[in-house]
Nanobody
């Protein structure tokens, strides 16, 4: 099975920045996505990066466009989510996930493997 570990969450005031990391046990050209789940709300897709993407711009939810950027380091089996100008509405547990299928495009049909998530709290 593919295993993912998200990290880098924390507490930040509005306007601040954080960079989340997701270490994946195997890449093999998989698409990797970031999701978030805010208190009392359903899980929401944030961004996705495929093996052919450099900035994860294939899919980015409108609410974070211009503020969040995804990147990929295949040598480290790691993807990142750079989050700038954070706002209170960005407060959520952030999860990374992958389809586990080589050469897939974003967004994949199905995310088959999920990490445990990392908490981001943004105060006003």
């Amino acid at each position: 099975d593919v295993q993912l570990q998200a990290s880098g969450g924390g507490y930040v005031q509005a306007g601040g920045s954080l960079r989340l990391s997701c270490v994946v046990s195997t890449f093999s050209g998989y698409s990797i996505g970031w999701f978030r789940q805010a208190p009392g709300k359903e899980r929401e897709g944030v961004s996705c990066i495929s093996s052919s993407d450099s900035d994860g711009s294939t899919y980015v939810v409108d609410s974070v466009k211009g503020r969040f950027t995804m990147s990929r380091d295949n040598a480290k089996n790691t993807v990142y989510l750079q989050m700038n100008n954070l706002q209170p509405e960005d407060t959520a547990v952030y999860y990374c996930a992958t389809d586990g299928r080589p050469g897939s495009s974003c967004p994949p049909i199905r995310y088959n493997y999920w990490g445990q998530g990392t908490l981001v709290t943004v105060s006003s």
